[in-house]
């Protein structure tokens, strides 16, 4: 079993920062890949940021040059680096991690979710 603790989300002044955490326990072998994801209210759940194994990240469109996701493999912590957060930003937002079990068996695995409001 692995378990994620997310942490950093808050209400926030639109133009101000954030820093989301989410650190991952438990029975792991390897972790391929650690993301952020986020989903407001009525909308669907959209990737915000990916950081691949290998250290390659992809964003989406609409948060590249504002957002930088980075990782602590020792610690297996993955954070999402907010900055110039707008209205549109507000959402829960999720962490997921693809790890590698030792007995070779791949999972997707997603935080509880923290809360970010930025307020215009």
């Known amino acids: 079993q692995v378990q994620l603790v997310e942490s950093g989300g808050g209400l926030v002044q639109a133009g101000g920062s954030l820093r989301l955490s989410c650190a991952a326990s438990?029975?792991?072998?390897?972790?391929?890949?650690m993301g952020w994801y986020r989903q407001a209210p009525g909308e669907q759940r959209e990737a915000v940021a990916i950081i691949f194994s290998g250290g390659s990240t992809n964003y989406a469109d609409s948060v590249k040059g504002r957002f930088t996701i980075s990782r602590d493999n020792a610690k297996n912590t993955v954070y999402l680096q907010m900055n110039s957060l707008q209205p549109e930003d507000t959402a829960v937002y999720y962490c997921?991690?693809?790890?590698?079990?030792?007995?070779?068996?791949?999972?997707?695995?997603w935080g509880q979710g923290t809360q970010v409001t930025v307020s215009s």
């Open positions: 438990g029975s792991i072998f390897s972790i391929n890949a």
């Open positions: 997921k991690v693809i790890h590698t079990t030792y007995s070779r068996v791949t999972y997707n695995v």
